[in-house]
């Protein structure tokens, strides 16, 4: 657990301040997306103004429905939007790019290729020659600890490996934006663990903004600078919560009465409008009984 002496180091408004003073990466202004079924209009993201600083890690959650893969997909440049703009350096994002990476929930490796050989795809298609893609490729397969298994295929690799090497494959391109849309949710408690520590450790080690879709609120207080709290109907930002708890963190922080404290709030923002989101969760009925055993001695 982080001792007195850490806690008592760490400056929150100096760390946060100091962030504000990068530059910005990534901003949206007023961005809205809606689509039309027949006559009907939803509106999915709505009037959603956001920057995002220089070597960020942020965290997106609310509730199912608010809106946080389609931000991460607008980013990505895999969506369309409707209105507003979406800047990444001052430059409109009009489709998808090196600059920005993604790693998906699913994985998403071509089953077909070796670990090698998906690790390559990203620097042979932006047209480097055969060797300089597989040194690259070797180079992230290295930081990312799987050279042992460099000419596996990906059934031969469990799901934390194959999440690895989602990662590889997207920061071989170098990019700016690092888009992570529940990458761990798949994985079981122990492997997420360990994913979520090494994720810290390479944000912390390369120049990297991350942007980080999740629905855990543990996972977002572990391992954000800042969350942003979605609401639905329409996806619109609710709060952005600066979590200023020391760097680095651990598992143990989540003990710590500032951990806990953050824990309600953003439980709150998550929860607090589900009956207007989903009015059946009021009315829940009451049920028949229809068997003879009991709890009740």
Known sequence: MQNNSQNAEFNAREYFDNIYQRSVILEAKQLTQSFKHGKTER????????????????????????????????????????????????????????ERGMVFQGYTLFPWKTVKDNVMFGPKMKGQSHASAEAHAREWINIIGLEKYENQYPHELSGG??????????????????????PFGALDPHTRQKMQRHLMDLWQNIDITII????????AILLADRIVALKANPGEIKEI?????????????????????????VDYLVHADEDELDPALAELPVIPRMTKVSSQK
Do not use: W
Request: glycine share 6%; hydrophobic share 40%.
């Open 43 to 98: 509106t999915i993201l709505n009037a959603i103004n956001l920057k995002i600083h220089k070597r960020e890690f942020i965290c997106v959650i609310g509730p199912s429905g608010c809106g946080k893969s389609t931000f991460s997909r607008v980013v990505a440049g895999l969506d369309p939007y409707t209105s507003g703009e979406i800047l990444v350096d001052g430059q409109p994002i009009l489709g998808p790019s090196p």
């Open 161 to 182: 490996m194959k999440q690895r090497v989602a990662i590889a494959r997207a920061l071989v391109n170098e990019p700016k934006i690092l888009l992570m849309d529940e």
């Open 212 to 219: 980080f879709v999740t629905h855990d609120m543990d996972e």
């Open 241 to 265: 919560i600066e979590v200023d708890l020391p760097r680095p963190r651990d598992a143990e922080v989540m003990l710590t009465p500032e951990f806990k404290k953050l824990r309600q709030r």
